[in-house]
C-alpha cells in the first residue's frame, strides 16, 4: 500500500509522484514550473495519474524542498551516496537551487570522494571542480580517469598527468645521487642506511608525492648530520618541483 511523503501531502496538490520505493508525493504545478525544467510543463495534464520516477523517497523528499519558498534543508551531515543522489537528481530535473548548493557540497567532500566528484563534473560541466577533483584521483588507472573526461580535456589531463610523472621519476632517480661526508672526506649514501629505503617507500604512485611528510619522517635510523641535511634537501627539492607544476586548468 502507498503512503505519502509527511512534507509532500497537500490536499490541492494537483500532481502526484510516485518514489522507486513507493512513496507518494503531492506536489503543486506552479512551484514545479517556475523553479524547474525538468518535468512536464504545467498544460501537459497527467489525468490524474500518479506519475513514477525512478530516485527514491530519500532523494524526492530533499529534492522537492527546493522547489517551495521555504528554507532549504541543509546538506553538512547527510550520507555521501545520498548527496550524489540528491544532486544527479538536480541535474536530472534542473532544479536550479538544488543543482547549485549540490556543486558546493560535491566540492566540500573532496579528496575523499574525487572519482564520484570528477565523474559528476564531467558529467554536468563544472569545469572548475573537475580542474579540483582530477589531481585527488592519482591512485586510478589513467585509461579510467580519461574516460570520465569531457573529449577537450582529455589531451590537458594526459599533459598534466605527465607533469606529475615527471616529478615522481626525479624523486626516485635522486638515490643515484651522492653527498659528501665533510668528517670522513667521502661519499655517502644514506638510503642505504634508512629502513626501508626512502626510495623504496616512494614506489611508482603519484599518491606518494602527497604524502612526503611520511616518507620523509624520521624512521629511528641514526644518520650522519650530512645524511640528515641531504635528507631534507632531497624532499625540499621535490616539494619545490611540485609547486612549480601548474594548476590543471592551465593545461586546458
Known amino acids: 500500500m502507498h503512503q505519502y511523503s509527511k512534507l509532500f501531502n497537500a490536499p490541492d496538490a494537483d500532481?502526484?509522484?510516485?518514489?522507486?520505493?513507493a512513496t507518494l508525493f503531492g506536489i503543486h504545478?506552479?512551484?514545479?514550473?517556475?523553479?524547474?525544467?525538468?518535468?512536464?510543463?504545467?498544460?501537459?495534464?497527467?489525468?490524474?495519474?500518479?506519475?513514477?520516477?525512478?530516485?527514491?523517497?530519500?532523494?524526492?523528499?530533499?529534492?522537492?524542498?527546493?522547489?517551495?519558498?521555504?528554507?532549504?534543508?541543509?546538506?553538512?551531515?547527510?550520507?555521501?551516496?545520498?548527496?550524489?543522489?540528491?544532486?544527479?537528481?538536480?541535474?536530472?530535473?534542473?532544479?536550479?537551487?538544488?543543482?547549485?548548493?549540490?556543486?558546493?557540497?560535491?566540492?566540500?567532500?573532496?579528496?575523499?570522494?574525487?572519482?564520484?566528484?570528477?565523474?559528476?563534473?564531467?558529467?554536468?560541466?563544472?569545469?572548475?571542480?573537475?580542474?579540483?577533483?582530477?589531481?585527488?584521483?592519482?591512485?586510478?588507472?589513467?585509461?579510467?580517469?580519461?574516460?570520465?573526461?569531457?573529449?577537450y580535456l582529455v589531451l590537458p589531463w594526459v599533459r598534466y598527468f605527465d607533469a606529475w610523472n615527471a616529478v615522481l621519476h626525479d624523486a626516485i632517480a635522486v638515490r643515484q645521487r651522492t653527498h659528501y661526508n665533510t668528517v670522513q672526506s667521502s661519499q655517502c649514501r644514506f638510503w642505504k642506511v634508512e629502513r626501508p629505503p626512502i626510495a623504496q617507500q616512494f614506489g611508482h604512485s603519484l599518491r606518494s608525492l602527497r604524502r612526503l611528510h611520511l616518507i620523509f619522517a624520521d624512521q629511528g635510523t641514526k644518520l650522519s648530520a650530512c645524511c640528515e641535511e641531504a635528507k631534507k634537501l632531497w624532499r625540499a627539492e621535490i616539494e619545490d618541483a611540485m609547486n612549480k607544476i601548474p594548476p590543471f586548468a592551465s593545461f586546458v
Not at 15 to 21: L, N
Not at 123 to 140: C, G, M, Q, R, S
Open 15 to 21: 500532481v502526484t509522484f510516485q518514489s522507486c520505493d
Open 29 to 151: 504545478r506552479a512551484n514545479l514550473q517556475t523553479n524547474t525544467e525538468g518535468f512536464p510543463p504545467s498544460e501537459i495534464s497527467t489525468n490524474g495519474e500518479i506519475v513514477t520516477l525512478s530516485e527514491s523517497s530519500v532523494t524526492l523528499e530533499l529534492l522537492f524542498q527546493f522547489i517551495y519558498p521555504r528554507r532549504h534543508p541543509t546538506l553538512d551531515d547527510i550520507p555521501f551516496d545520498h548527496l550524489s543522489a540528491l544532486a544527479e537528481a538536480a541535474e536530472k530535473y534542473q532544479v536550479f537551487s538544488a543543482m547549485s548548493l549540490c556543486c558546493l557540497y560535491m566540492r566540500d567532500v573532496l579528496p575523499d570522494h574525487a572519482p564520484e566528484v570528477l565523474a559528476y563534473a564531467a558529467k554536468h560541466d563544472y569545469p572548475t571542480l573537475v580542474y579540483e577533483a582530477a589531481p585527488f584521483t592519482f591512485d586510478i588507472p589513467l585509461a579510467e580517469v580519461v574516460g570520465m573526461l569531457p573529449q
